[in-house]
């Protein structure tokens, strides 16, 4: 009897199950260990993940293709990648020599911050395309119409380095924006390592809480959210903490189906 015949005799119950889900279900085992393909399936996410985290994002190619938005570069206080990973505290404050930077964004309304965070891949691939997809549902986010005065400006950009969610807080403070959007990768899992998170705080500052922002997270097609929705899912959010000025899990408890509706 041939191996396809012996498969359609004994069919492996896990199959129909791991048609639904990336996670790793059912692997099987040789002895004591896992399959071969089982293990190197494993080593090779592992390795992507491991990339991912260490790898640099190419800003100078992010910023070629945001031609007609107000475009700033800033680091944080890490001074490199090896410290960044240690420090995450030093990630989420600027570089003390980087605030004249800012000067000349226009304050007032949406800011976008697009950081680094622990996934290079995921802004690499993912956050030109959802800011494409974004910035038009955007009502009036940039400057001066972000008040709801004159016409639509482009949003401003800030490309940070070494960064985590909460160096959005004083960029945000510092440039003077109603409301920051931090673009992120998000920490790589062995099923995931390109993954882009947003998040959401309205009236940024410096001390700002976790539980002050709204997050839309699994962004990276096609396996996980795709940028329409996405880009649908943070506008509404954002039109939500414009009305109320407020963010966070206040906005997040506003109705069902609302705004911060993140599933």
Known sequence: MTDPEKAAENPDPWEPLRRHTPARVGLGRTGQGLPSRRLLEF?????????????????????????????AEVRSAAPDRAVYLRRPDLGRRLHPDDGPRLAGLPGGGTLVVIADGLSATAVQLHALPLLGALVPLLDGSG???????????????????????ALGDEIGERVGARLVLVLIGERPGLSAADSLGVYLTYGPRTGRRDAERNCVSNIHPPAGLGYPAAARTIASLVAGAKRLGLSGVALGGEEPGGPAALD
Not at 43 to 71: C, E, S, Y
Not at 143 to 165: H, I, K, N, T, W
């Open 43 to 71: 080593q090779a996410a592992h390795a992507l993940a491991r990339d991912a985290v260490h790898q640099a994002v190419d800003f100078a190619a992010l910023r070629a293709g945001l031609t007609g938005h107000p475009v």
């Open 143 to 165: 400057g001066r119409s972000g008040d709801g005065g004159g016409g639509r400006e482009a949003v401003p950009v800030v490309l940070a380095s070494q960064a985590r969610v």
